[in-house]
């Protein structure tokens, strides 16, 4: 049995403590929010968040980040993208050397084009830092419901641990060394699947949509291995698994924000609407800078930037990525010559 604490009581957060309850561990669960650590603590549930899934009286719920922390083997730290820097600011006071942080946020940080692993490792260098991600709707983990998921660290020996603690017969946990790798994929295909909901919310169909998975994991693996990243990891879990289930997905915020863009909503209003943290949104202007950064055409990012930032019709924006000059799809076929 390992002694976790659970950074941030929002729906995955609220999922995975869940999970490593059922597994045998100790779970603690920390939230800011005062009022989540009262509703968590008497109604046993994420009343807004995750209405249903049902927290055992074992899973102890505190407003105390001291308390979450302390003789924790593992910490998974689940705030919003834009709070990971913040949050891991407030940890440092409380954090052990060597203390395992497992990251299961997405997102790229804005001004600093950094991923939340390095940013952790940046306010926290004596931490062991790991990432998990993958196609992994909180709304279907918290119900027990067949799950595949990726873990990454630097060492080997964290992933496998960390592998065998989430590790359960409805949760299934591959690892894999390509650290940069799993969190490009995991972020990128937030501004992916904004396009999706556009397109949805514009009323165009399947083909649609299927084009912009297909078109996207190539742009997001072109950005990803010029940086680092390795192409199998991309083809994998945390790519185009991802990609697919936040592009189709009803529980996806991303989409959804996506389609009521395409209807007519400006970013801000369907934030507003979805009511939760919409992490394409903060990737996009990052993503854009690191195409422009590492000399990557992404015509679909561009877009979506322009689409967000700059006023421009989705319409428009669609039409626009279908006139673009003829192309072959892959650069590294050749043809037979004659």
């Given at each position: 049995?390992?002694?976790?604490?659970?950074?941030?009581?929002?729906?995955?957060?609220?999922?995975?403590?869940?999970?490593?309850?059922?597994?045998?561990?100790?779970?603690?669960?920390?939230?800011?929010?005062?009022?989540?650590?009262?509703?968590?603590?008497?109604?046993?549930?994420?009343?807004?968040?995750?209405?249903?899934?049902?927290?055992?009286?074992?899973?102890?719920?505190?407003?105390?980040?001291?308390e979450a922390m302390t003789e924790k083997d593992v910490l998974?730290?689940?705030?919003?993208?834009?709070?990971?820097?913040?949050?891991?600011?407030?940890?440092?006071?409380?954090?052990?050397?060597?203390?395992?942080?497992?990251?299961?946020?997405?997102?790229?940080?804005?001004?600093?084009?950094?991923?939340?692993?390095e940013i952790i490792e940046e306010e926290l260098p004596n931490?062991?830092?790991?990432?998990?991600?993958?196609?992994?709707?909180?709304?279907?983990?918290?119900?027990?419901?067949?799950?595949?998921?990726?873990?990454?660290?630097?060492?080997?020996?964290?992933?496998?641990?960390?592998?065998?603690?989430?590790?359960?017969?409805?949760?299934?946990?591959?690892?894999?060394?390509?650290?940069?790798?799993?969190?490009?994929?995991?972020?990128?295909?937030?501004?992916?699947?904004?396009?999706?909901?556009?397109?949805?919310?514009?009323?165009?169909?399947?083909?649609?949509?299927?084009?912009?998975?297909?078109?996207?994991?190539?742009?997001?693996?072109?950005?990803?291995?010029?940086?680092?990243?390795?192409?199998?990891?991309?083809?994998?879990?945390?790519?185009?698994?991802?990609?697919?289930?936040?592009?189709?997905?009803?529980?996806?915020?991303?989409?959804?924000?996506?389609?009521?863009?395409?209807?007519?909503?400006?970013?801000?209003?369907?934030?507003?609407?979805?009511?939760?943290?919409?992490?394409?949104?903060?990737?996009?202007?990052?993503?854009?800078?690191?195409?422009?950064?590492?000399?990557?055409?992404?015509?679909?990012?561009?877009?979506?930037?322009?689409?967000?930032?700059?006023?421009?019709?989705?319409?428009?924006?669609?039409?626009?990525?279908?006139?673009?000059?003829?192309?072959t799809e892959s650069m590294e076929l050749l043809w037979e010559?004659?």
């Amino acid at each position: 049995m390992a002694k976790i604490g659970v950074i941030g009581a929002g729906s995955w957060g609220t999922a995975l403590a869940l999970l490593c309850c059922k597994n045998g561990h100790e779970v603690t669960v920390w939230s800011i929010i005062k009022e989540e650590v009262e509703m968590l603590r008497e109604k046993r549930q994420h009343e807004t968040k995750l209405p249903g899934v049902i927290l055992p009286q074992g899973i102890w719920i505190t407003h105390d980040l001291k308390e979450a922390m302390t003789e924790k083997d593992v910490l998974i730290l689940a705030v919003p993208s834009p709070f990971t820097r913040s949050t891991a600011r407030s940890m440092k006071e409380y954090l052990h050397d060597g203390q395992i942080i497992v990251n299961v946020a997405k997102g790229i940080e804005e001004h600093t084009m950094m991923t939340l692993s390095e940013i952790i490792e940046e306010e926290l260098p004596n931490a062991e830092v790991a990432v998990m991600s993958g196609p992994s709707h909180a709304e279907e983990v918290g119900l027990g419901l067949p799950t595949n998921i990726v873990v990454s660290a630097h060492k080997k020996h964290v992933a496998e641990y960390l592998q065998n603690i989430f590790m359960s017969p409805v949760f299934r946990v591959y690892t894999n060394p390509d650290m940069l790798g799993v969190e490009l994929g995991g972020s990128l295909k937030n501004v992916i699947a904004l396009a999706a909901g556009i397109a949805d919310g514009l009323g165009y169909g399947d083909n649609t949509k299927a084009a912009l998975i297909t078109r996207g994991i190539a742009e997001i693996a072109r950005l990803g291995v010029k940086m680092g990243g390795h192409i199998e990891t991309f083809c994998g879990l945390t790519g185009i698994g991802d990609l697919i289930v936040t592009c189709a997905s009803k529980h996806s915020r991303n989409r959804k924000a996506g389609y009521l863009i395409g209807q007519g909503y400006t970013y801000e209003e369907a934030m507003k609407e979805v009511k939760m943290i919409v992490e394409g949104v903060y990737s996009a202007k990052a993503a854009k800078e690191l195409s422009e950064r590492y000399e990557v055409e992404m015509p679909i990012v561009e877009q979506i930037n322009q689409v967000l930032f700059e006023g421009k019709s989705a319409k428009d924006a669609v039409q626009e990525l279908m006139l673009r000059d003829r192309k072959t799809e892959s650069m590294e076929l050749l043809w037979e010559e004659k």
